[in-house]
């Protein structure tokens, strides 16, 4: 009878075990939450950066179009291009940014953030390409996409040393 009295019992309740237990684990690592956050200067230079290397990229590609074709429009479709280009970047990338960055608030390492949005934007882009010019050449906006994903990994990248991060313990 006093064996099942004993099993009733819970195991390791005894005076003093709570400061046993609690040397124990507490020298374990607590998990934690991160959170990354944009303030408002590091999303406006992130996305200053951003389209201007979108806009060297195409001022580059302009001028080399020039050089080589004498009969070339590359100069008169250059601003209104690069005017389309700004609210399409003003319009869809700019909300498109704060989503990606209010999904990404929980990662932690900034590399990852670079990559995410220079492959996000890169799907943007190849999907906005087709769904506004449907029937082109894969080239096109595979093109596009690969500047346009570079250039927002470059913005991203940018702001790495502006973010703000916090350490939540739970």
Do not use: C
């Not at 595979?142 to 702001?159: D, K, P, Y």
């Amino acid at each position: 009878m006093s064996m099942h009295r004993q099993e009733e019992e819970p195991r390791f309740v005894w005076p003093g075990n709570d400061e046993i237990l609690h040397r124990r684990h507490s020298a374990k690592p607590r998990r934690a939450h991160h959170r990354v956050t944009l303030g408002a200067y590091a999303f406006i230079k992130g996305w200053l950066v951003s389209f201007g290397a979108w806009f060297a990229f195409s001022l580059l590609v302009t001028i080399i179009d020039s050089f080589s074709s004498q009969t070339s429009l590359a100069w008169s479709l250059w601003g209104v291009v690069l005017l389309f280009s700004f609210f399409i970047a003003v319009l869809i990338g700019a909300p498109a940014a704060l989503v990606l960055s209010l999904l990404l608030r929980p990662v932690r390492r900034q590399w990852i953030h670079v990559l995410a949005f220079g492959a996000g934007f890169a799907l943007l882009t190849t999907a906005i390409v087709y769904l506004l010019v449907p029937g082109t050449p894969a080239a096109l906006p595979l093109g596009l996409a690969a500047v346009v994903g570079t250039a927002t990994g470059l913005g991203r990248s940018a702001i790495r040393h502006d973010v703000d991060e916090a350490r939540l313990e739970i």
